[in-house]
C-alpha cells in the first residue's frame, strides 16, 4: 500500500497540535515518570534467596567442600555454573547467567591451617536486591563456617591452642568486591528498569486510548472518508507518540544521572536506538489493545492489567530466575522482560550489543509480528 506524505505529513500535524493541546495530559505524561521515579528510590526493598552463582573450585578438597555445602544449605546461593577462572565468572555475571560467583583458591586447606585462608566472592552489583542479600549471606557464612573451625581446632589441640587465638582471630577471611555497583544503591539498579517501564506504560497507554478516543468521539468515521489510507492513519497517530515517548526517556535519563547520580557507563546511542525499537513494540501492543477495545474504560482496564503483569513478571524488581515455568513464560510474551535486561547492561555495566543482541533480535521480532497483527485487525475493524 503507498503512503502519500503529504496526508501522512498532515495526519502528524494534526495530532501533534491535538496532543499539545491537552496541557492536562502532557503534564500527566512528564509528571507521572518523575514521581515514579522517586517513589521507587525511596520505597523499593526486598530481600532475595537462591541467587544464580558460578563456582570456581581450585582446591578440590574437604574443606572447600564443606565451605560449599555451608553456602548451598543457607538457601541465599545456588550453584548452577562450574567454571575454571575468575574471568570466565566475570563474563558469566556480564552475560546475566549468574548473580554472584564463588572463587575458592588452590591452597584453602593449607591456609586454613596457618589461620590465613580466604575466598573472593563477587556479586553482581547491577542487581541491588541480589547484592544487599548475598554480601550479608556470604559474610555470615563465612563466619559461622570460620567459627566451627575455630571449634573443632580447640577440640583436637586441647586448651594450649586458645593461648595462641588471639580475640576475634578466624582461619578464614571473605574478601567480597562488588561489580558495577560497589556502594549498593538501589537506585542503580531501579533506574534502568524503571525507565524501561515507564516508555512501556505510556507508549501502550497512549497508543490504545489515541484510536479508541477517535472512534469514541465519533470522528473516526470523518476521518475514513478522507483520501486517508489505514496505514496512515495509524503512522499519523503513532509518529508523534514515539517523538513523545523518546523525549520522556532523555528526562528520565538525565533527572536519574544528574538528580540521583546513576552512572551512564555505556553507549548513549546504543541505548537510544534499542528503546526506539523498543518504544515501538510497546506502541504496537498499544494497537493491539486498541484493536479489542470499545471504549476508553476498556483500553484503560487493558493497559491497567499489561501494567500489572509487567510490574511483577518482567524482572523489574522480582527475580525472573526465583519464578516457576508458567510465570516466566507469561513475563516472555512482554517486551519489557528483554528491554529491562538490555537497559540494565548498558547503563549498569557499560556492555556492547555482543553481550544482549539476542534480546536485541527478540525486540526486532517482536515489534514486527506485533505492528503486523494490530494493522490487519485495526483494518478489519474500519471495514
Known sequence: MQISLQRLSALIKKETVQLLRDRRTL?????????????F????????????????????????????????????FDFTLNLQSGSQVIRAINSGQVKAGLIIPPDFSASIDRGDASVLILLDGSDSFSVQS????????????????????????????????????????????????PDMKDMWFVLPAIAAMILQT?????????MVREREAGTMEQILVTPTRPIELILGKLIPLLVLVMLITMLILVVGI??????????LALYLGLALLFILSSLGLG???????????QAQQ?????????????????????MPAVPQAIGSLIPL?????????????????????????????????????????FKKRLD
Open 27 to 39: 503534564i500527566y505524561i512528564f509528571g507521572l515518570p518523575i514521581i515514579e521515579l522517586f517513589l
Open 41 to 76: 528510590a525511596y520505597a523499593v526493598s526486598l530481600t532475595v534467596n537462591h541467587i544464580p552463582t558460578a563456582l570456581v573450585d581450585q582446591s578440590h578438597d574437604t574443606h572447600s567442600q564443606d565451605f560449599i555445602s555451608a553456602m548451598q544449605n543457607s538457601e541465599y
Open 134 to 181: 548475598g554480601y550479608s549471606a556470604a559474610s555470615a557464612i563465612a563466619q559461622s563456617f570460620s567459627a566451627g573451625l575455630t571449634a573443632e581446632t580447640v577440640d583436637r589441640l586441647g586448651n594450649a591452642a586458645v593461648m595462641n587465638l588471639s580475640i576475634g582471630s578466624l582461619p578464614i577471611t571473605t574478601l567480597t568486591r562488588v561489580l558495577y555497583n
Open 202 to 210: 505510556l507508549a501502550v497507554g497512549q497508543a490504545a486510548m489515541a
Open 258 to 267: 544528574f538528580w540521583f547520580g546513576v552512572p551512564f557507563k555505556g553507549d
Open 287 to 297: 494497537l493491539l489493545v486498541s484493536t479489542i477495545s470499545e471504549t476508553q474504560r
Open 302 to 322: 487493558i493497559s491497567l492489567v499489561l501494567m500489572l503483569f509487567s510490574m511483577l513478571l518482567t524482572g523489574i524488581l522480582y527475580p525472573r530466575t526465583a
Open 337 to 377: 522482560t528483554y528491554f529491562i535486561r538490555i537497559s540494565r547492561a548498558i547503563i549498569t555495566k557499560g556492555v556492547g550489543i555482543n553481550i544482549f543482541w539476542s534480546d536485541a533480535v527478540v525486540l526486532v521480532a517482536y515489534g514486527f509480528i506485533v505492528m503486523i497483527i494490530a494493522a490487519f485487525s
